[in-house]
């Protein structure tokens, strides 16, 4: 059980190209998932934090309006990076904590490179 | 907030033995320490956590001990083996607090040398 995945697992599109990733929580329910971006390296940095039916809480320096963040289910989030830079490219990670519990599993992670 | 030391950054043993990771954290409200291991191109992949009302908590082949007076927490790996290979990450976070979020040390690259 705990089974998170993401879709695409990677993808490569032009500079000024809009991108959705997916995650979803395939056999659990998840009131709460997080987005992450990870450098080459370098460790997880939390980007957003999406409640199912509100709106993300991003953190400090997260352009709310480059990456849109949606939480429509309980089973599913989906991370648009608008007008997407070369600066984007990046590997990006989801993660959903199950209902009433403190564990977070994370899906396997999308890389995005803008050209 | 919360600030979580690791170390080593790097380490390499050989097949048999045993590997230990340190981490450090400052907020003493931080109640949930979970541990993750990360295979190159993957997502992290949750291998043990502990709460604080616990001092260790073992796994098979992977223990992981909590410290709270010092604020420091360990994972442990004995007989490790080649697939052990990846990068560890250490983790704390004040769950139920205002501050809910995983906060995640800079990783550990482990080797196991065959």
């Known amino acids: 059980g705990a089974v998170v995945s993401q879709h695409p697992s990677w993808v490569i599109c032009k500079s000024g190209t809009s991108v959705k990733i997916e995650c979803r929580s395939l056999d659990f329910q998840a009131t709460t998932m997080f987005w992450y971006r990870q450098f080459p390296k370098q460790s997880l940095m939390l980007m957003a934090t999406s409640n199912e039916g509100s709106k993300a809480t991003y953190e400090q320096g997260v352009e709310k309006d480059k990456f849109l963040i949606n939480h429509a289910s309980l089973t599913l989030s989906t991370l648009t990076v608008t007008s997407a830079h070369p600066e984007d490219s990046s590997f990006y990670i989801c993660s959903a904590e199950r209902l009433d519990s403190v564990e977070q599993y994370f899906g396997p992670g999308t890389r995005l490179t803008v050209t | 907030g919360e600030n979580v030391e690791q170390h080593p950054s790097t380490l390499s043993v050989q097949e048999g033995d045993s590997a230990v990771i340190k981490c450090t954290y400052s907020?003493?409200?931080?109640?949930?320490f979970p541990w993750y291991k990360q295979e190159l191109g993957k997502g992290p992949q949750l291998i043990i956590d502990i709460r604080s009302n616990v001092g260790e908590k073992k796994d098979q082949r992977i223990a992981v001990t909590l410290n709270k007076t010092a604020k420091h927490f360990s994972l442990h790996i004995t007989e490790t083996q080649p697939e052990d290979s990846a990068v560890y990450f250490c983790?704390?976070?004040?769950?139920?607090?205002?501050?809910?979020?995983?906060?995640f040390g800079k990783g550990t690259k482990l080797s196991v040398k065959p």
């Open positions: 907020d003493s409200a931080s109640n949930y």
């Open positions: 983790a704390a976070m004040n769950y139920g607090g205002s501050q809910g979020n995983l906060i």
